[in-house]
């Protein structure tokens, strides 16, 4: 099975809109870690935010947050008022406690439209 | 400031011939990390490294050879077994535990001519 599932491979969102990113997770550890990281055509891999398992608050870091639902094991990335600069790769990546593997989705391919 | 260094950013190899990619880090972390990513797709381990003088295979390691003989240095090399070695190579460093991100490396994009 999937460790993380990202359903949308390419979104489109209309500049100074917000716009959500999927991401589903699998695991029977109690303890992981949810991190999400954009990446532009350049090819680097720019780490934006992370929700630890047992955090009650939803991650916040300037225009990112993380909607996560534990019961559902489901992490969104929502990016609030898009600019074009945004445009670019997301990927969604968990790490499990057991074996401090990262395992990262397939990606989702952000386009803001000026 | 620390960080990882991938090079070379480009890399043209011909048939049959093996390349090494050189990922260095100044982090003092213990394990280093190999990934590979086609157009589109995500990022598929070949190989990782969780402390000098071993490592092990990750989803995708035929074809390709690493070392980690120090610290800061994990090469990863492309041999003439991997019938398709174009694409872009990724690595990537961290410590262990569950809060702590990967730092990766700028990339190295192979192509073979």
């Known amino acids: 099975a999937q460790k993380i599932t990202q359903t949308q491979p390419g979104m489109f969102v209309q500049e100074k809109e917000a716009v959500t990113l999927d991401c589903t997770y699998d695991t029977s550890d109690q303890s992981y870690g949810l991190f999400w990281y954009k990446q532009p055509s350049s090819g680097e891999m720019i780490f934006l935010i992370y929700q630890g398992s047992y955090d009650e608050q939803n991650a916040t870091e300037g225009r990112y947050s993380l909607n996560f639902q534990k019961a559902r094991k489901s992490a969104n990335l929502v990016i609030s008022a898009s600019q074009l600069g945004d445009s670019a790769m997301y990927f969604c990546a968990m790490r499990e406690g057991r074996d401090n593997q990262f395992y990262f989705g397939t990606g989702t391919s952000l386009t803001v439209i000026p | 400031d620390g960080g990882i260094t991938q090079s070379p950013k480009y890399l043209f190899r011909k048939e049959g011939q093996n390349v090494t990619l050189s990922c260095e880090q100044n982090?003092?972390?213990?394990?280093m990390y190999w990934y590979r990513q086609d157009p589109g797709q995500g990022l598929r381990l070949i190989y990782y490294s969780q402390i000098v003088n071993d490592f092990q295979k990750g989803d995708i390691a035929e074809g390709y050879s690493v070392s980690r003989e120090k610290k800061e240095s994990f090469p990863l090399t492309v041999t003439s077994a991997q019938k398709n070695p174009t694409a872009f190579y990724l690595c990537a460093s961290s410590i262990p535990g569950i809060s702590y991100r990967y730092t990766f490396g700028s990339g190295t994009r192979l192509t073979v001519v």
């Open positions: 982090l003092n972390h213990d394990a």
